[in-house]
């Protein structure tokens, strides 16, 4: 389990007895809840700290324009679908508190 300071549950992973554990994806699980929340992203499917990042879709018209238009730091494949990237060294700066 994986619970947050607010005592939400977050991740449930299960593992029969008779299947080793995958430690990599624990540690990519913790790390990609922790970057989620710190910058409010979402994460695709096998992310590691350094990979392109999930921007959450535009809550307008206007701001879904302005995206697309924009050639700053995100890629916008579609009106709802921007990804930008996230240095690993930032992700690890933001989850683990120094």
């Excluded at 992973?13 to 910058?39: C, H, K, M, V």
């Excluded at 809550?59 to 009106?79: F, H, L, Q, V």
């Amino acid at each position: 389990f994986f619970i947050d300071p607010k005592g939400i549950i977050r991740t449930i992973i299960y593992y029969p007895l008779s299947l080793g554990r995958n430690f990599d994806e624990l540690y990519r699980a913790l790390i990609g809840l922790q970057t989620a929340d710190a910058f409010d992203v979402a994460l695709p499917a096998d992310w590691r700290p350094g990979d392109d990042v999930i921007v959450p879709t535009a809550g307008s018209c206007g701001t879904a324009k302005a995206r697309m238009e924009s050639k700053d730091e995100m890629t916008c494949y579609d009106w709802f679908f921007c990804t930008k990237k996230l240095d690993k060294e930032k992700v690890f700066d933001a989850v683990l508190k120094k």
